[in-house]
Every structure is written in structure tokens, then in C-alpha cells.
């Protein structure tokens, strides 16, 4: 499958076909595989630099990445874990600001696979497990890691003294597992989603969140209070107005202007607030409003509102700005809309995992579009052109591959593709701009 990719090193491929061989028993929910597996490979988790962790539907990665920027800024080593990967499985693991070399990551797979062969780990333990243990041998200051799915049964949720926690925005995805029958959970969707998410808070450890609906706003401030946890919430302990020249953003500690992130699309200056109110209520890891600044500006997130450069697919439409975007669900469609909400009509390529909603990003769309073409996910089940089409005024056009949807597009109009992180991979690779 498409989740674990290939490698040109045959070690490490190795490695990715026993991760591929993997699979999570049905029904198996709980933390338990993980500890035991962490606990055979000498519980690495437990002796890790300062972790700032962070949790959402949509922007977690983004503020992973603004956190990541702002403490290099500050001249501090960063480790980081994001996922899922785009091209290499080794973007999920960032050792001291480099993507783990081929050499190490064979071996760290080997060594978690070896030591949890009987315990019929999933693909996201071992990975999380080789991440904690990569972390754990190399020094550094800091660590930024990304929540996978939820919170609450995500494997990195084996911590418990995390410097910062964060939960970025918050909407309907993954519903097969986040919103699963269950006795004692919220029967509100989106309470269900914001209770799994809050999930990762813990003890004395900052709950840093954005702002969001009433109901949602209670069911996450009443799971801080339950775990214990120093609840940061956006508009009632920090806030953060964007405006078109920068960001004011005001806490109890003061007053500071920031600039728009270097990242389109207005969402991600709520991104970039969220990371500098991860750091501005925490006490372990110091950093100046010159290193937020510079931080901000520097942050950079593939596959996220990316205009691609030069190469091979963007050669197949000369002189047009191709944009990428690997959303998938309606917040991220709505915040594709508002980006392209002042721009002229442009064609959209979509490929979409069967498993998603097929309105998510066309129907946010209507009007803005000149033609429609849908592609596969590759890998994957995908939605048929069909699904499309009752949420387009258009009429939609099946192609092979994305190389083929390119070359018949009409000789006017820039072009966006999106809809799955699994395209967006490969529109990657094809266009050689791989993630380093």
C-alpha cells in the first residue's frame, strides 16, 4: 500500500515490507501494545528532550512546523515527528532538523520489529516506537511532535511530561474511528472529536487550544480540569487578531506584533498563533520575539497551499501558477475557498480516498471552477468521477493520472490539485520537489 511507500535503499525497504505485513487486529483499541513495546526497547519516551505535542483535525502539522522553525530560529536543536510522510517514510522523523538517513532508520525498524515481533504491533506503534527511540540517542533541545490519529489511542500518547500540549482546529474526519459507538463518550460529533483529541492533556501541563464552538469549548475545558491540566484556551486566556499587515497577539505575559506567516492561506496565521501560544506558556524551553519572528516567517509545510516550482508536471501547463494541497475534509475545503476566494476561475485536478466526503472541496468551490478533472488516489480506493458531480455544476472528466489530466486542460487558467495526501505525494515525486 501507498501508506508505506518505497526506497531506493534495499535495508530499508526491507524493513517497509515487514511494516507493510503489519495489521491492527480488529477491535483493538488502547494503549497497551505500545508501552509494551516501548518498555522491551528500554522505554526511550521516558528520557526525551522537552516535547511540545500537538493534536487537530486540520493545522496540526502547520504548527508543528511553526514550532519547529521558531526554536531553530532560536539557535536550538529540534527533533520533530510529522505525519503522514508525502514521498520518503523518512519525513516522519526529523533528527536535529535532517531527515533520518536510510542507514539509521533501517536499523531502528529492525530493532522495534525484532523486539515486538510477538506482540502484533501496528504500522503507527513501530513507527512511533523508532521515533522515540531515534529522539532518545540524539541530544538536542527540544522536540515537536505530531498527534496521528485522535488523541486519546494515539500511539505517540504514551507521555507524561510533555512541556506543551496543543490542539489545533477541530472538524468531522476519520469518523470509522474517532466517532465509533463507545459507553461513557460524548454523543455530539464534534464534543466526541474535541474529547479524543483532549485526550493528550496531562497533569500541570499546558492545554494550549485555538477557540471554538460553545459546547466544544466546555467539553475540552472540562477534560483539562479532569486530567489535571493548565487549560490555555485562545480568546479567553490568549488571543490573537489577524489583520492583513501581521498578527496581534496579546497574553497574560503581553503584547506582541507578528508577522503573516510565509505560508498561504489566512488559516495558517492562526497556525503560527497557536505555535507561539504553545510557547509562550511554557517555562522549559526560552525563546525571543526576535526568534518568533524570524520563525514565522521561515516556516515552510509542503503539500499545504504549495505553488509549485519548475519541473516535469508543471511543464505540461507553461506560464500557469499549479497549486498543491493535500486537504480532505470540509474545514480544509473551506479554507482552500477563502485562499482562492479574490482569484480569477482556475481548474481543479482531485483524486479522493473513497472513505471521504466527495463535497468536502468541490462543494466549496462552486463557481471559482473552469473544469473539474478527478484522478486517482494512488494506492487507494478513490472516489469515481460520478460522486463529483452532484456537487459541481461542471462537467467532470476521468483521467488515468494526473500527467494526463494536465495535458488536456484548456490553454487559459491556473490549475489546483488536491483532495488526498496520497496524490499530493505523488504530484511530488512526479514534479521532483521531494520534501528534504
Given amino acids: 500500500m501507498r501508506d508505506f511507500a518505497t526506497s531506493d535503499s534495499p535495508e530499508v525497504q526491507a524493513q517497509l515490507d515487514r511494516l507493510a505485513a503489519l495489521t491492527l487486529p480488529q477491535g483493538r483499541l488502547g494503549l497497551e501494545t505500545i508501552h509494551a513495546l516501548l518498555a522491551r526497547i528500554g522505554d526511550p519516551h521516558k528520557r526525551l528532550p522537552p516535547v511540545f505535542h500537538v493534536a487537530g483535525t486540520n493545522g496540526k502539522g502547520s504548527t508543528c512546523a511553526y514550532l519547529r522553525a521558531i526554536l531553530e530560529a532560536q539557535g536550538l536543536t529540534v527533533h520533530s515527528a510529522t505525519k503522514p510522510h508525502l514521498v520518503r517514510y523518512n519525513e516522519r522523523i526529523r533528527i536535529a532538523g535532517k531527515l533520518v538517513s536510510d542507514e539509521e532508520l533501517a536499523g531502528l525498524l529492525r530493532e522495534v520489529l525484532d523486539a515486538g515481533e510477538d506482540l502484533a504491533p501496528s504500522f503507527f506503534e513501530v513507527t512511533t516506537a523508532a521515533t522515540f527511540l531515534a529522539f532518545h540517542r540524539h541530544p538536542a533541545d527540544a522536540c515537536v511532535i505530531e498527534v496521528g490519529l485522535g488523541g486519546r489511542f494515539d500511539a505517540t500518547n504514551v507521555l507524561d511530561d510533555q512541556t506543551a500540549c496543543g490542539i489545533a482546529s477541530l472538524g468531522i474526519d476519520h469518523e470509522a474511528f474517532l466517532l465509533a459507538p463507545e459507553e461513557g463518550v460524548p454523543t455530539d460529533p464534534m464534543c466526541r472529536i474535541a474529547f479524543e483529541k483532549a485526550g493528550i492533556a496531562r497533569r500541570g501541563v499546558p492545554l494550549v487550544t485555538q477557540a471554538y464552538a460553545p459546547e466544544v469549548s466546555r467539553e475540552i475545558a472540562h477534560r483539562a480540569e479532569l486530567a489535571g491540566a493548565r487549560l490555555a ?71 499545504r497551499l504549495q505553488l509549485l516550482g519548475q519541473g516535469p508536471l508543471t511543464a505540461l501547463v507553461p506560464g500557469r501558477d499549479v497549486w498543491l494541497d493535500g486537504g480532505h475534509n470540509v474545514d480544509a475545503g473551506l479554507a482552500i475557498a477563502r485562499h482562492f476566494a479574490d482569484a480569477e476561475p482556475f481548474h481543479l485536478i482531485i483524486g479522493m480516498l473513497a472513505n471521504k466526503d466527495p463535497a468536502a472541496i468541490v462543494a466549496p468551490l462552486r463557481g471559482k471552477l473552469l473544469s473539474l478533472s478527478v484522478v486517482p488516489a494512488p494506492g487507494h480506493d478513490a472516489h469515481p468521477p460520478e460522486h463529483f458531480a452532484a456537487h459541481s455544476d461542471l462537467p467532470v472528466r476521468s483521467f488515468a493520472n494526473v500527467s494526463e489530466a494536465l495535458a488536456a486542460l484548456p490553454q487559459q487558467g491556473d490549475v489546483l490539485i488536491a483532495g488526498s495526501l496520497y496524490l499530493a505525494g505523488e504530484v511530488l515525486r512526479l514534479n521532483l520537489e521531494i520534501p528534504d
Fill in 233 to 303: 484556551m485562545r480568546d479567553a486566556h490568549w488571543r490573537a487578531k489577524v489583520g492583513d499587515e501581521g498578527i496581534q497577539y496579546r497574553d497574560a505575559a503581553g503584547d506582541l506584533i507578528l508577522p503573516l506567516p510565509a505560508l498561504p492561506g489566512a488559516h495558517q496565521a492562526d497556525n503560527a498563533a497557536l505555535a507561539v501560544a504553545m510557547l509562550r506558556h511554557q517555562d522549559r524551553v526560552a525563546v525571543s520575539e526576535e526568534a518568533i519572528d524570524a520563525g514565522i516567517r521561515a516556516a515552510r509545510w509542503p503539500a
